[in-house]
């Protein structure tokens, strides 16, 4: 069985193989060690050529020997925008539009939501719809992925992340504030939740769209057992699952 057969078959409930191997996050895991991997630094994979970022994705997928492989989105102007040099053996990033440079003598660090966005349930009642799947879709995204499989074939399970409702309330009131809010204007995370639950369903559709890719990742790192009672899990978060 190959990647994509042993998935398939354990997601349909039919007989498999072993187990797949799933590393929603290789390439933040696998930072320290893409000198070693492939003499690339932790920036190519997002910041690389096309020929960069393929060669990262097919050497991620070899290295680990993953059954979930995370799908190559293409970035506009992505040969032009960036170039990767070195201060010696620190690694920077150089925009070409702006010239601009910035150096990483560290890995970076995985980032924190400090601003909130909304204050009141009437500035969330106030936004405009979320996009539909028609305007979010754009073939050219996936142009880069296209290329690979048609190069190297199918035999993957190609998946995608989408941030969950949950986790997009968090990104929004900050991680103090979701639980306060959850507490004092629970009103105001319905509103929130409603929203984001939309904007997933048009996501998903538009990702569907795709044609290629089949399945999608939702990380609900806010909503775990050590921060939520299984009351507040019912109120706020399973209806908008369902």
């Given at each position: ?29 696998l ?29 991620t ?21 960036w170039?990767?040099?070195y ?19 560290e ?14 349930l009437?500035?969330?009642e ?45 990104r929004?009131l ?40 089949h ?28």
């Amino acid at each position: 069985m190959n990647s994509l057969e042993r998935v398939q078959a354990m997601l349909e409930g039919r007989p498999f193989d072993k187990y797949p191997v799933f590393n929603p996050h290789a390439q933040w895991y696998l930072m320290p060690h893409w000198p070693q991997l492939n003499g690339k630094c932790f920036l190519h994979p997002t910041y690389g050529s096309n020929e960069e970022k393929i060669e990262c994705w097919l050497k991620t997928k070899e290295s680990l020997g993953i059954d979930f492989v995370f799908a190559l989105i293409t970035q506009p102007n992505q040969d032009t925008r960036w170039n990767i040099e070195y201060d010696g053996t620190i690694p920077t990033l150089v925009n070409r539009e702006t010239g601009e440079r910035e150096s990483f003598a560290e890995l970076p660090k995985d980032s924190v939501t400090d601003r909130r966005l909304y204050n009141t349930l009437e500035e969330i009642e106030a936004l405009p719809s979320p996009p539909t799947a028609e305007e979010i879709y754009k073939p050219e995204l996936y142009e880069l992925q296209r290329r690979v499989i048609e190069e190297t074939g199918s035999d993957s399970f190609l998946y995608t992340h989408l941030e969950s409702p949950f986790a997009a309330c968090y990104r929004s009131l900050t991680f103090e504030g979701l639980f306060e809010t959850m507490m004092d204007f629970p009103l105001m995370i319905h509103a929130l939740m409603e929203r984001f639950t939309e904007t997933a369903i048009q996501n998903i559709k538009a990702v569907g769209s795709s044609g290629i890719i089949h399945g999608i990742h939702f990380n609900e790192y806010p909503a775990g057992a050590e921060l939520i009672s299984e009351d507040q899990f019912k109120e706020f978060i399973l209806p908008y699952m369902k």
